[in-house]
């Protein structure tokens, strides 16, 4: 499990949300409160968020950005490639991280073992606190009518009352799909 973070996902009527808490640790240790672990990717196609090791994030999401240019904004088959890449490096395979990715028709869980998972519902988190906010996010989107962001704040602040590595100080990034 990678600490230091809540990382969730809400699609819900022609919104996707992404959002992430500020906190980053080293060992039992805050060293920032207020980092922004998420990206807009592929001129504003893409959202993606991060789980684990700062610097292999960024060189995660440099690498997603490539698969991306390298076949055509091919969303699911730039995520295939990059963790059969992630997967197969002696180099790659090292770095701690996952990434949660969205675009208009999907959302994806891309892992170093080589995983490319799309959840079953709308909602996906990764994180120490993930679980939480699944939970939340999940109940949330299932009896209420409130919207995607609404549903990942509230989702959140649960995560943050229960995972002592999730801290209140959250970004949000949105896709307003249009079809």
Known sequence: M?????ILAVRKKGRVVLAGDGQVSM?????????????ILNDGQIIAGFAGSTADAFLLFDMFEKKLKEHGGQFVRAAVELAKDWRSDKILRR????????????????????????????????????SYALAAAKALLENSDLDAK????????????ICV???????????????
């Open 95 to 130: 770095l701690e991280a996952l990434l949660l990715v969205a675009n208009a028709e999907r959302t994806l869980v891309i892992s170093g073992s080589g995983d490319v998972l799309e959840p079953d519902v709308d909602v996906h988190a990764i994180g120490s606190g993930g």
């Open 27 to 39: 060992g039992n240790t805050i060293v920032k409160a207020n980092a922004n672990k998420l990206r």
């Open 165 to 179: 590595f999730t801290n209140r100080n959250f970004v949000f990034e949105e896709l307003k799909i249009t079809k």
């Open 2 to 6: 990678f600490h230091a973070t809540t």
């Open 150 to 161: 609404v549903i990942a704040e509230k989702a959140m602040q649960i995560a943050a009352d």
